[in-house]
Every structure is written in structure tokens, then in C-alpha cells.
């Protein structure tokens, strides 16, 4: 959503123009609360609500009048008015007043419902000034997912896949890594055990050769 280009002086003063429809201003003090910041991922048209607390001292026990404001792109759009407490409606109006509680569904969400949403109480039999307040508003944004649901279910998919076989691969390396660092060592054993069989070969006739020269030695006559 993009900034919204509207002063906070003539936002008050379209505000005020119609807080001072409602009743008169001019004994008791109103606050007024609401989340500064709603973020919602767009699934399909379907509501979000945004909530709206207040307070009220010194004033007349009898129950308020909730209003709620638009603020976007363009000038300053007062909701339901009426109190669109229809469903079908774009807006409905929920008003708890007896726990000082409000809230503002927005119906079929869509991403142009980005904007910033105020929240105001008036008590209209009420000429203090402070008896017409309104919160610093709410800025609703409506975030387009790039992918759809069943396409990002793909993905988790894919990755799993991508995950086994990188795997796999990994393992495949590492047996192929052991069985090479493995095999000149098996051929230098061979070698050496090549190497010793030929020295013992060696050793066994040497000594074989020595035993028929002494035998031979020893059966000659002595001569005198």
C-alpha cells in the first residue's frame, strides 16, 4: 500500500465535521484504543476484523454512538453510518457497548482494502469537548501471497524431493570417497604380503642348500 496522502489537520477537521453531526461538541472525556498496525495475507475474499477499545469519565451512563472512518488514497469516507449490521453488507458493525468494545469486519477482503481505519465514540447529549474522541487509527494491509496454496504445497514437495536426493548423492560420495582412500591400501598389503612370501621362499632354500652342503661335508673321509 502506498503512503497515504492525507494531513493529519484536514483528516481532523473531515473527522470533526462529522463527530459534530452526531451531537453537539462542546462534559465528560472520552479515550479511545485500537491496534496501530493489521496485517493479513490475502486467501480469497473472505473478513477481517479490527478491534476498537474506549473509555469514558465523568459522562452520562447512557450508551455512545461508534463511528467508523476510512482513510486511503482518497479523501477521508465515513462507514456505516447506518450501523451495517448486515452481513451481506461490505462493512458490519459489531458493538459490545456495555464492556466499551466495538469492532469494523471488513466483508470479501480484497487488496484494495488497504487503508488506515478509525475508530471514534461519541456521546452526542454530551458538550465537552472531549465527549467526541477518536483512536490514531488502524492501518489495515492486505499482503497478495505470490503463490496460491496448492502451489506452495508443490514446492514443499519438490524440496522434500530435492532434499532426499541431495542426500542420497551425499552418501553415494562418501562410499565411493572410502572405497578408493581403501584400495591402495588393500594393494600396498598385497605387495608387502607378496614381498615376505618371496623372502621366506628365499630363506627356506637358502637353508635347504646350506643343510645338503653340510650333509655332504660331513660324510667325506678325513684324510690323514
Known amino acids: 500500500m502506498g ?7 484536514g483528516l481532523q477537521l473531515e473527522i470533526s465535521l462529522i463527530l459534530f453531526h ?17 496485517e493479513v495475507d490475502y486467501d480469497g475474499p473472505g473478513p477481517v476484523t479490527m478491534e476498537c477499545t474506549f ?7 447512557v450508551q455512545p454512538k461508534s463511528l467508523w472512518f476510512r482513510c486511503g ?8 453510518l447506518d450501523g451495517c449490521s448486515n452481513e451481506a453488507d461490505k ?26 481505519y478509525i475508530c471514534g465514540i461519541a456521546f452526542p447529549n454530551e458538550k465537552a469537548p472531549r465527549a467526541k474522541q477518536t483512536g490514531n487509527g488502524t492501518t489495515l494491509v492486505v499482503r497478495e501471497r505470490l503463490f496460491s496454496k496448492e502451489v506452495q504445497s508443490l514446492l514443499i514437495v519438490l524440496l522434500a524431493l ?63
Open 73 to 80: 488514497t482518497q479523501q477521508p469516507e465515513a462507514l456505516c
Open 3 to 9: 503512503p497515504v496522502s492525507i494531513s493529519r489537520s
Open 55 to 61: 473509555s469514558a469519565i465523568g459522562c452520562a451512563p
Open 22 to 38: 452526531v451531537g453537539v461538541l462542546g462534559a465528560c472525556t472520552v479515550s479511545v484504543l485500537q491496534p496501530g498496525y493489521l
Open 162 to 224: 530435492l532434499s532426499v536426493y541431495i542426500t542420497g548423492m551425499c552418501v553415494i560420495f562418501i562410499v565411493l570417497f572410502k572405497s578408493k582412500s581403501n584400495s591402495p591400501r588393500s594393494r600396498e598389503t598385497k605387495e608387502d604380503s607378496k614381498k615376505k612370501s618371496a623372502r621366506r621362499i628365499f630363506q627356506e632354500i637358502a637353508q635347504e642348500l646350506y643343510h645338503k652342503r653340510y650333509v655332504e661335508t660331513s660324510h667325506q673321509p678325513i684324510r690323514t
Open 91 to 116: 462493512f458490519t458493525v459489531k458493538e459490545t457497548l456495555d464492556q466499551n468494545r466495538v469492532s469494523l469486519t471488513v466483508n470479501r477482503l480484497s487488496p484494495n482494502d488497504s487503508a488506515i
